[in-house]
């Protein structure tokens, strides 16, 4: 698409003058299309991602459709926000586009701030902008009054939506008046938003931009895999790496937040963090020294982040999978902002991190690149190209060398040009001292040389991969290189350690104790060994004394029994024989039986009148199951 002037829009020459003065000529995609469709009076549902100019979109229109010549001044225009960030960055980027155009007052509402000042601002107010549980509290104080409000504007409502916020939305549509026009905006089209649309638009017209693809093509999108428990180290690492200028790294939680900022500012790093337990001055606090440069790192959760609008964020940090796919598209929609390139990391901790990641990759058709865990040798090489690089720039600008006469000196005292360029760039760089991390993935090892044990503690008992390693470490000859992989359960864990070291691991553990709780070490038997032991002949394990007299009477003399093979099929022989005359037989007497070892009594019932002995039978039998005197199967089987 050829890229349109805002000249061409048909806007008032005082908006163009703004608009050149904040640097702008050209149209952005939802811009051009949303613009012409406002000024007309069309309902419009506008669809696209973070730092595209949504805000200038919906709000050009919006100022120039403000009627200026009421004799007191009304709200016209009502903008709905999902937090007080970005409330604030909605009625600052209107101001400045309204600065030439007279009549135009702009009032941000939102919690945290005084309410007595947002009341008297209201009074002389025609576009408020502010979030949706602020603007409910004017409204029962009627400090707000929407009778005369022209258009109502959502900006991020799939973000309102999932913040609770959707009951309050409704209730302020259904207080503005019906012959208004309704502008909504969001990065995602979920259900909720589908009902809104149907339910307080007519007719709207639907712009979407990157329909088929959801995230930025400027946004390199790249992740880590590292083993559970060293999200820190590989964060140092990351940030080694990268060297970034400003970044934001996105925590789920408030708690996690403060723990990485403390983390990042012991370890040399300028860091803030943001959440939403944060009062209103120390928000604005973290934000102005995050924009002036004063901290360089902003670690916060995604719904304090949603108000950020800075332009030269040149990556952005997932410390902890996103919750939804959504969120994820908010997050790295923070870089690559104004034309400008950006990178997304993400940390995954373990296979399941991972698998979500990719179920991300997919549903965002994006392509996310795994990348290898970098090395403190290779982040210093890369530190060492970077000066040296900054070096020759610097000569080659430089047409006079004021040193060099001291050069001269120190070469005359008997030190080579060598050792004096050396102990100059470390008085002006540094000394390279690796104090980075290392971190090893585990490598694939063979079957065939470890084996497993089962140590009786898991999950329910809090326990980590690194409690285990530590314990079979301290106590053997073995390293956390020689375990092999952990697996932990709700009960049990079970370890690979080498073949070689099973006695001496068995033994070792033998009353240890794990996270303070006392421990059991066994043997794992897998699947193979389990079938091969229960295959194994057992006249080959147990001693000949051991084996009863019943089992050798059944076993062949080559087995240590007393009978051939060879008359054990006679013997076979004649039974097949009498069951042929049709005796019965199962027992070894010669009393009338059954098959299945029951006398049979029939014939007997029928001469003397008693009852049939199979319900005797079982009576007697539970009799003798709870103790009491009967007959049991013993004495009825010897009974003539």
Aim: proline residues 3%; charged residues 35%.
């Amino acid at each position: 698409m050829d890229p349109i002037n805002f000249k061409q829009l048909g806007l008032p020459a005082q908006t163009l003058r703004a608009l050149e003065e904040m640097g702008f000529e050209n149209a952005t995609e939802i811009q051009a299309q949303s613009i012409p469709l406002i000024q007309m009076g069309y309902d419009v549902v506008g669809r696209s991602q973070t730092g595209t100019g949504k805000t200038a979109a919906f709000g050009i229109p919006a100022i120039n459709m403000i009627d200026t010549t009421e004799e007191k001044r009304s709200v016209q225009v009502l903008l709905l926000c999902p937090t007080r960030e970005l409330a604030v960055q909605a009625a600052d980027e209107i101001k400045k586009i309204s600065k030439y155009t007279d009549g135009i007052k702009v009032v941000a509402v939102y919690g945290g701030a005084p309410m007595d000042r947002q009341i008297m601002q209201l009074r002389n107010a025609n576009i408020v902008v502010g979030t949706p549980g602020r603007v409910m509290d004017h409204m029962r104080r009627h400090t707000l009054k929407l009778n005369n409000c022209k258009m109502i504007i959502l900006d991020e409502a799939d973000e309102m939506l999932s913040m609770g916020f959707r009951e309050d939305i409704e209730t302020i549509l259904q207080e503005v008046p019906e012959e208004r026009q309704t502008i909504l905006f969001s990065a995602t089209m979920p259900k909720e938003i589908m009902e809104i649309i149907s339910n307080y638009q007519k007719e709207p017209q639907i712009i979407e931009i990157n329909k088929q693809q959801v995230t930025l093509d400027a946004i390199g999108q790249f992740y880590y895999e590292v083993p559970m428990g060293r999200k820190n180290d590989m964060l140092l690492l990351l940030l080694a790496e990268h060297d970034p200028k400003r970044s934001i790294i996105f925590s789920n939680t408030k708690a996690m937040v403060d723990e990485l900022t403390t983390f990042l500012n012991e370890n040399g790093f300028k860091a803030d963090g943001l959440h939403g337990d944060m009062k209103q001055s120390q928000r604005d606090s973290v934000m102005g020294a995050f924009k002036g440069g004063r901290t360089t790192i902003l670690v916060a959760t995604d719904v304090a982040a949603r108000g950020i609008d800075v332009d030269d964020i040149d990556c952005v940090i997932n410390y902890d999978i996103p919750t939804n796919n959504e969120y994820y598209v908010h997050r790295i929609g923070r870089t690559g902002r104004a034309g400008k390139s950006g990178a997304a990391y993400t940390i995954c901790s373990g296979r399941r991190q991972v698998y979500l990641m990719n179920d991300i990759a997919r549903a965002t058709k994006s392509e996310v690149i795994k990348l290898d865990i970098p090395t403190a040798e290779s982040i210093l090489k890369k530190q060492r190209m970077l000066k040296q690089a900054e070096l020759i720039s610097k000569m080659e600008l430089v047409e006079e060398l004021p040193y060099l006469e001291v050069v001269e000196e120190l070469k005359e005292q008997g030190y080579s040009a060598e050792q004096i360029a050396a102990v100059a760039l470390g008085m002006v760089y540094g000394v390279e001292e690796s104090a980075l991390p290392v971190i090893q993935m585990e490598k694939k090892r063979r079957k065939g040389d470890f084996i497993k044990i089962r140590i009786n503690i898991g999950r329910e008992h809090r326990i980590a991969p690194n409690f285990i390693v530590g314990a079979i470490a301290e106590r053997t000859s073995l390293s956390g290189q020689d375990i092999g992989k952990i697996e932990i359960f709700d009960e049990d864990t079970l370890v690979e350690i080498p073949r070689s070291s099973e006695e001496e691991v068995l033994n070792a553990m033998v009353g240890c104790k794990i996270n303070g709780l006392d421990t059991e070490t066994r043997r794992w038997l897998t699947k193979e060994e389990m079938r091969a032991r229960k295959s194994r002949d057992f006249s080959e394990e147990a001693p000949k004394k051991e084996r009863s007299e019943f089992r050798k009477e059944r076993e062949p003399k080559e087995k240590g029994g007393f009978f051939h093979r060879e008359k054990k099929e006679k013997k076979d022989w004649d039974k097949k024989e009498k069951h042929k005359e049709g005796k019965k037989f199962g027992f070894a007497d010669k009393k009338p039986f059954k098959k299945d070892g029951k006398k049979d009594f029939r014939k007997d019932n029928k001469k003397d009148g008693r009852k049939s002995f199979g319900r005797d039978f079982k009576m007697d039998k539970k009799s003798e199951k709870k103790g009491n005197f009967g007959r049991s199967k013993k004495f009825l089987f010897d009974e003539e």
